[in-house]
T-cell receptor, first 114, second 109 residues
Framework: EAQVTQNPRYLITVTGKKLTVTCSQNMNHEYMSWYRQDPGLGLRQIYYSMNVEVTDKGDVPEGYKVSRKEKRNFPLILESPSPNQTSLYFC?????????????FGEGSWLTVV | KNEVEQSPQNLTAQEGEFITINCSYSVGISALHWLQQHPGGGIVSLFMLSSGKKKHGRLIATINIQEKHSSLHITASHPRDSAVYICAVPEGGNNDMRFGAGTRLTVKP
């Protein structure tokens, strides 16, 4: 089954404690992306990757890092989480960029930073 | 000003009604996406369109590139259609996505 898998789905962590949210897709997609969703602000793009070793900043990259060492994986790293990073996070992928291709979303990761 | 504007923000309908959700955008685009977010939070892609009209079951999406406007229609609405509907555009042909604020649809039996 074609899918985008995120882990963890739910996490409560403390300020400053590094964490990684993993994302994996099994569709051999070149494009992967991370978004955060906040009440009243909607979805905003954090980082995206057009292919292995190619990443670009989205709208709100501050406080986040990503890497794309393999095609299937695109982890989101919070080196020193802060409470303003409490949010619902989505990973997504598509064949070759979001401009003209269907986007597949993971189920979301609820992150709370206290 | 938000580059992607959706209306209405909230919509309540009776089962069987015809629903229209609108999306206007200010950036140049090559395609527009309609997404559905279920009450549990998951997001699925409904349509990706760059011109004209697409239909899938009771859902129809149209786009007018010249007017920078798209609509999502739901015919014979059903309570299971209750969700948040989001339009999204890649900015200027890039992959930096811009999202509308979403339309929360509630269909009552």
């Amino acid at each position: 089954e074609a899918q985008v898998t995120q882990n963890p789905r739910y996490l409560i962590t403390v300020t400053g404690k590094k964490l990684t949210v993993t994302c994996s897709q099994n569709m051999n997609h070149e494009y992967m992306s991370w978004y955060r969703q906040d009440p009243g602000l909607g979805l905003r793009q954090i980082y995206y990757s057009m292919n292995v070793e190619v990443t670009d900043k989205g709208d709100v990259p501050e406080g986040y890092k990503v890497s794309r060492k393999e095609k299937r994986n695109f982890p989101l790293i919070l080196e020193s989480p802060s409470p303003n990073q409490t949010s619902l996070y989505f990973c997504a992928s598509s064949i070759q960029g979001s401009a003209g291709n269907t986007i597949y979303f993971g189920e979301g990761s609820w992150l709370t930073v206290v | 000003k938000n580059e992607v504007e959706q209306s209405p923000q909230n919509l309540t309908a009776q089962e069987g009604e015809f629903i229209t959700i609108n999306c206007s955008y200010s950036v140049g685009i090559s395609a527009l996406h309609w997404l559905q977010q279920h009450p549990g939070g998951g997001i699925v892609s409904l349509f990706m369109l760059s011109s004209g009209k697409k239909k899938h079951g009771r859902l129809i999406a149209t786009i007018n590139i010249q007017e920078k406007h798209s609509s999502l229609h739901i015919t014979a609405s059903h309570p299971r259609d209750s969700a948040v509907y989001i339009c999204a555009v890649p900015e200027g042909g890039n992959n930096d996505m811009r999202f509308g604020a979403g339309t929360r649809l509630t269909v009552k039996p």
